[in-house]
């Protein structure tokens, strides 16, 4: 460990610390910048995949094909002729892109660049008292290759036939041959894209073990760790043992879709269901990577604004690394209708359920660490609450969905889609905007608007309930996910004003973030100035400058002498005791009598 550290401080040294203007910002080899490289991609994800989600509420509340359909305001000239959207018309096969693709660019293009890639960049050497990631080059080659697969991705929206439309589980054989949805070049860019995504995220992911394993500063044990980064540890060990499955699935998908193999389509004797096996052994450890590191967020926060040790650490600590675990084995719930044994599904159902164990043991610590606290409710302790609270929400339906009798009717259904939101939206979203709020003064010197903030927050809220809370009646009422024009079913139109209603809400959703928008880049330039640790927050990060300079802390690494969590100690009159600072021994001493 010291020999590691000793190896990167004689780097810093050495390396001259005036840079021009492309080493500093665009081929940058820190991790700060590469963190805010990767929440730009991020952001400009979101603001993507939410677009084409309106598009898909536009089309399900006025149907093209329905009385009152019409163009979607604002896209006739955009799309112009684009065969998708015709003067602002949704096709039936843009629909399917959309869907799609909003789908794919939520998950690979806007929460894992944002929670991992960038909170993991920024927050790993500072947290545990580190100059860099152990490997600052393999760091920068890791957002390039990212953004290469961005980019493979945005650029299938311009080719013949337009991008991927087999849904982002992308099952075989619909995806596997070019006939069944029409799309051609855009489904093979959607398997090269994602295959030079895993590259990038296995480059990140074996920087993130390896700097938290080697590059502690003194002192910083194990359980000394802050959460948050115990949570980015975990995700990495699971990107690292995910992603490479996904990737050996996508080559043989692109072997049937270019080579003509048929590992997958049956009509050459290839098994869709291997197909469905590999997506979800990597598919459901995903879930995990998008929410585990939302978690670690909310543990850190939720602490630090209700002015009191986390509750639990080391029961905090090992229940994500038991939901980890056993992420492992039940992706098989994914697949509970594929015709599988009634005796597998079962062992497949016990094993879902038990992930309500750890998950009810963080959420009980979450409470604890609210229960009597001297709450301060912030504009990050406001979303990490909803964190909270909407994960509940979104665990519990999951339990329905894991019991196979309830799953078999509602399966593909939009209490699916409601489900998944409550977790990626209400989770990660939240989550997300949490360390946004929470870290911006670290990453820009400058504080965020607090009173844009709590705006943007109860929009958000608001929206994400209004849009997302009846969709599991729609569910429940038979409403199939992923169909073009409900009203062409009879027993769906008594749910059509529901619709509609949906789609008011997703549009609040939508416009409160624009507020989030001006708030950024407003704070950005304009800001009140950020003190080095303007929450008075007990973690390493708040001991360097805000923001740090190169190399993270002028003057000798820190020394870490205590947990991350001693708010409110007897120790100290201050109500918080930051892990760096060493008390004296008699006045401990004295303190304890
Ligand atoms: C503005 C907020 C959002 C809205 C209004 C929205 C809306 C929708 C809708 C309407 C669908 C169903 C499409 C269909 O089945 O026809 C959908 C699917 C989906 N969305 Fe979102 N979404 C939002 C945010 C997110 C976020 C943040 C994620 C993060 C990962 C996400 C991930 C997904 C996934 C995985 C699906 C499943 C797609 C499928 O069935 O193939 N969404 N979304
Ligand atoms: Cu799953």
Request: proline share 7%; net charge neutral.
């Amino acid at each position: 460990m010291s020999e590691a550290i000793t190896h990167v401080e004689a780097r810093h040294a050495a390396v001259p610390h005036e840079v021009g203007f492309i080493r500093q910002y665009i081929f940058s080899t820190d991790h700060k910048m590469i963190g805010k490289q990767f929440l730009t991609l991020g952001l400009l994800g979101l603001m993507m995949g939410g677009i084409l989600a309106l598009l898909v509420r536009w089309e399900l509340a006025w149907p093209a094909n329905g009385p009152t359909g019409g163009p979607v305001p604002g896209f006739g000239w955009v799309s112009m002729d684009n065969p998708l959207l015709p003067g602002g018309n949704i096709t039936p096969a843009g629909y399917n892109a959309f869907f799609t693709m909003h789908a794919t660019i939520m998950i690979f293009f806007a929460v894992m660049p944002i929670l991992v890639g960038c909170f993991g960049n920024f927050l790993i050497p500072l947290m545990i008292g580190a100059r860099d990631m152990a490997f600052p080059v393999l760091n920068m080659l890791s957002f390039w290759v990212g953004l290469t697969s961005a980019v493979l991705m945005f650029a299938s929206f311009f080719v013949e036939g337009g991008p991927a439309a087999a849904g982002w589980t992308s099952y075989a054989p619909l995806s596997a041959v070019p006939v069944y949805t029409g799309v051609t070049w855009g489904q093979h860019l959607w398997c090269i894209s994602l295959i030079v995504l895993g590259i990038s995220s296995l480059m990140g992911s074996i920087n993130y073990i390896t700097t938290i394993i080697n590059m502690r500063a003194p002192g910083m044990t194990w359980f000394r760790l802050p959460l948050v980064i115990w949570s980015l540890f975990i995700t990495a060990i699971l990107l690292l043992l995910s992603l490479p499955v996904l990737t050996s699935a996508l080559g043989m998908l692109l072997f049937d879709r270019m080579a003509g193999t048929h590992f997958f389509a049956p009509s050459g004797g290839g098994e869709p269901l291997l197909w469905q096996h590999l997506f979800w052994f990597f598919g459901h450890p995903e879930v995990y990577i998008l929410i585990v590191p939302a978690m670690g967020v909310a543990s850190d926060v939720l602490s630090v604004f209700a002015r009191k040790p986390i509750f639990g650490y080391h029961a905090m600590a090992f229940s994500m690394i038991g939901i980890a675990g056993l992420s492992w084995i039940v992706w098989g719930h994914h697949m509970f209708q594929s015709g599988m044994s009634p005796a597998l599904g079962t062992s497949f159902m016990l094993s879902t359920m038990v992930i309500a164990v750890p998950s009810a043991i963080k959420t009980f610590n979450w409470l604890g660490t609210l229960w009597g606290g001297n709450i301060l409710l912030t504009t990050p302790m406001l979303n990490a609450i909803a964190f909270v609270s909407m994960f509940v929400i979104g665990g519990l339906s999951g339990v329905f969905m894991a019991s196979t009798p309830v799953d078999i009717y509602i399966h593909d259904t939009y209490f699916i889609v409601a489900h998944i939101h409550y977790v990626v939206f209400g989770g990660s979203i939240f989550g997300a905007f949490a360390a946004i709020y929470y870290w911006f003064p670290k990453m820009f010197g400058r504080m965020m608007n607090e009173t844009l903030g709590k705006i943007h927050f109860a929009f958000t809220f608001i929206g994400f309930n209004w849009t997302f809370l009846p969709m599991h009646i729609l569910g429940v009422g038979g409403h199939m996910r992923r169909i073009y024009d409900p009203t062409q079913y009879d027993f769906l139109k008594p749910f059509q004003p529901m619709n509609t209603f949906i789609t008011y809400g997703a549009l609040i959703l939508g416009a409160g973030q624009l507020i989030l928008i001006v708030n950024f880049f407003w704070s950005m330039f304009a800001g009140k100035r950020a003190e080095k640790n303007p929450w008075h927050a007990n973690t390493l990060e708040w001991e360097a400058p805000s923001p740090p300079p190169h190399g993270n802390f002028p003057g000798p690494l820190p020394t870490v002498y205590r947990g991350p969590y001693e708010y409110s100690s007897p120790l100290v009159a201050e109500d918080y005791l930051p892990q760096a600072r060493r008390l004296e021994p008699q006045t401990a001493a004295a303190a304890a009598h």
